[in-house]
């Protein structure tokens, strides 16, 4: 395999920093081990990431739509 191509297929296998940070966090949450500070910590942050996804994937999706409500909110 090329030097590009074993990075290509190293890059499709590893998970982002994001990726594993969510999955560390939704296993913290699942434990009985946290105290309840923690686990509604845990519970904002991946509601937080879990909103910006899907925020990316309609702007994505609807670059026009996603014009008008950045300049509605007044994004730069």
Known sequence: MTNAS???VENATKPSDLAVATDLAQRMLASDDNPV???EALRILL???EQDAVR???DAQFPVVARFLADERGDQ
């Open 47 to 49: 509601r937080a990431v």
């Open 56 to 58: 990316r994937s309609v």
């Open 37 to 39: 500070g923690v686990r």
């Open 6 to 8: 074993s990075t290509v």
